[in-house]
């Protein structure tokens, strides 16, 4: 459970180090206290979305909104979030072209095509697919990410831990004015494209599944993502300028390690991609049958010409319309529980 929550978030953003350099490193220190806050939103709405898959029984994300919001706000939340899963598999795409274009050298339209290629072949059965590529990917993902920001911290130099905000001009405008409304903008994004798959899985789970795995699913990517910041903020300004900070983080370290790195990174967007993609198709069509794998064939070739648009634009144009969507939805369905 905690595995298919963490994989379901570290996608193209998180594991390249885009994300968190966006949302709390351009803002020095006080992002650290964007994280904790993260950490709590994390727990208690990974909880709530497993538990509103326990109440409704819902098959999908659609059902469960039908049931909480009322027949004509869910249709709204329905559509908002359809278009969000469609941007999600686009930015991932985007981020997985980036990764094999750096370490590869393939052309990006290359890199498009093998992952979503890929993604479509895990999905096209269903649910089971996306829970056997996050339990055997996120393992792997968790050391990966821990050695390189320890080897980024040991390697940092001793002035830059005293980069603080504000940082300098040249480096690429924060997503929000304040690194407060910056965390709440990352936790409603992330909650948002969670929700169409630990929804059906809650459906399915027993109730100390659901509060363990969200509680050490929210907690272990505070974790990851506070040790992320640290070793990003120590090479500030320099890792702020890369599509892929982790991978300028690494260097130094062996190349094996490097080309293992790129591999994780690589998926690691996957498994965010195929939970994506698979909650917009099953939202139209049934699990494996012929309306749900064509959703899934239409999602991906649109998906490509999303991904034209460059990855860490991407994250910091899309990522904060993300979040207050989510934030949104969040308080509706909240809102909507309760009546």
């Not at 819902?58 to 059902?63: G, V």
Request: net charge positive; aromatic share 10%.
């Amino acid at each position: 459970m905690a595995a298919t929550f963490i994989g379901t978030v570290v996608g193209a953003g998180f594991a390249s180090g885009q994300e968190i350099l966006s949302f709390f490193t351009l803002y020095g220190w006080p992002g650290s206290l964007g994280i904790v806050l993260v950490a709590v939103a994390f727990a208690a709405g990974g909880s709530w979305w497993l538990e509103l898959g326990a109440r409704t029984r819902a098959r999908s994300y659609r059902d469960a909104l039908a049931a909480t919001a009322g027949p004509w706000a869910g249709s709204l939340l329905d559509g908002l979030l359809t278009a969000s899963l469609f941007l999600g598999v686009g930015v991932m795409t985007a981020g997985a072209a980036a990764v094999t274009a750096e370490q590869l050298g393939w052309p990006p339209w290359a890199g498009r095509a093998a992952f979503l290629f890929l993604c479509v072949v895990t999905v096209w059965h269903g649910l089971p697919g996306v829970l056997a590529a996050n339990t055997t990917v996120v393992p792997l993902l968790v050391g990966v990410v821990i050695v390189v920001a320890v080897h980024g911290l040991r390697a940092a130099r001793p002035a830059a831990l005293a980069a603080l905000a504000p940082m300098a001009a040249a480096l690429p405008a924060a997503p929000a004015p304040h690194w407060l409304v910056a965390a709440l903008l990352y936790a409603g994004f992330n909650l948002l494209l969670a929700l169409p798959v630990l929804v059906p899985l809650g459906a399915s789970a027993p109730p100390g599944a659901r509060r363990l795995g969200s509680l050490a699913g929210g907690m272990g990517l505070a974790a990851l993502a506070l040790l992320l910041h640290m070793a990003l903020l120590a090479h500030m300004p320099a890792s702020a300028t890369r599509q892929i900070p982790v991978l300028y983080l690494a260097a130094g370290l062996p190349g094996w390690f490097r080309a293992l790195l790129a591999v994780v990174l690589w998926t690691e967007i996957f498994t965010t991609a195929v939970g994506s993609l698979y909650g917009l198709a099953s939202r139209l069509g049934v699990p494996g049958s012929g309306s749900y794998r064509l959703a899934v064939l239409v999602t991906a070739a649109l998906a490509m010409a999303v991904a034209e648009a460059g990855f860490a634009h991407l994250v910091r144009v899309l990522y904060p319309l993300l979040g207050w969507l989510g934030l949104g939805l969040v308080a509706w369905l909240l809102w909507g529980a309760r009546r």
